[in-house]
C-alpha cells in the first residue's frame, strides 16, 4: 500500500522563471515531499534529472486547476494517484473524472 501523501510539491524536468523571477516548473511534474531525495513514484531526483520546487505544490500545478500549470505539458500518473485522488482527501481537480 502506497504511502499517503499530503502536502507534497513538486520536481519538474524543466523550468522557467516567471515575470516575477520566481522559478517555476515546466515540461513533466512529478510530487516530491520535501526533505526526501525521490518522487512519490520512487523516481531519484539526480538521477533523473528532475528539480525540486520546494515553492511549489502540487496543487498548483494541475493543469485542470492549478494557478503555476503554464508550462506544464504532463503530470505523472503514478505521482497523482499517490497524493490526491481519493475522496477523502482535497480534490485537486474539478468533477470530471476522467475515464
Ligand atoms: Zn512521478
Redesign the pocket.
Known amino acids: 500500500m502506497r504511502k499517503r501523501v499530503s502536502g507534497a510539491a513538486v520536481?519538474a524536468t524543466g523550468t522557467w522563471t516567471d515575470p516575477d523571477g520566481v522559478r517555476m516548473p515546466a515540461g513533466e511534474v512529478?510530487?516530491w515531499e520535501r526533505g526526501t531525495n525521490q518522487?512519490?513514484?520512487r523516481?531519484q531526483l539526480s538521477r533523473q534529472g528532475l528539480t525540486r520546487f520546494p515553492h511549489v505544490t502540487w496543487a498548483d500545478v494541475q493543469p485542470a486547476t492549478g494557478r503555476d500549470a503554464d508550462a506544464v505539458t504532463s503530470v505523472?500518473?503514478?505521482?497523482a494517484a499517490?497524493t490526491g485522488t481519493r475522496r477523502d482527501e482535497k480534490p485537486w481537480r474539478r468533477e470530471n473524472p476522467r475515464p
Do not use: E
Request: hydrophobic residues 35%.
Open positions: 520536481a512529478h510530487a518522487t512519490v513514484c523516481l505523472c500518473r503514478r505521482c499517490g
